[in-house]
Nanobody
Framework: QVQLVESGGGLVQAGGSLRLSCAASGRTFSTDRMGWFRQAPGKEREFVAA????????HYADFAQGRFTISRDNAKNTVYLQMNSLKPEDTAVYYC????????????WGQGTQVTVSS
């Protein structure tokens, strides 16, 4: 089992920045990648960014490319999502997920953190 706790959400004006954190604990040694997803009211959860833990490869959704940066601190077992130039359409609950090496999908999720961007 892997436990994930997100933090760092809040209310910010358009054009502002936030940094989300995702602290992982438990069987983290079996993790292939960690990712950020988001879900806006009335919409399906969508992919934001991911980082492979074997190396530093990253992948971003088109809307995140150039504005968001995923990074990690191995010593703290924490993954971050730096979000700059935020837009009202970025308003959503942001979730951190873990994809184990033996899985074809993200099996573990945090509770989510609310990000609200005002215009």
């Amino acid at each position: 089992q892997v436990q994930l706790v997100e933090s760092g959400g809040g209310l910010v004006q358009a054009g502002g920045s936030l940094r989300l954190s995702c602290a992982a604990s438990g069987r983290t040694f079996s993790t292939d990648r960690m990712g950020w997803f988001r879900q806006a009211p009335g919409k399906e959860r969508e992919f934001v960014a991911a980082m492979w833990l074997n190396g530093d490869a990253t992948h971003y959704a088109d809307f995140a490319q150039g504005r968001f940066t995923i990074s990690r601190d191995n010593a703290k077992n924490t993954v971050y999502l730096q979000m700059n130039s935020l837009k009202p359409e970025d308003t959503a609950v942001y979730y951190c997920g873990v994809r184990p090496m033996t899985s074809s999908g993200y099996d573990y999720w945090g509770q989510g953190t609310q990000v609200t961007v005002s215009s």
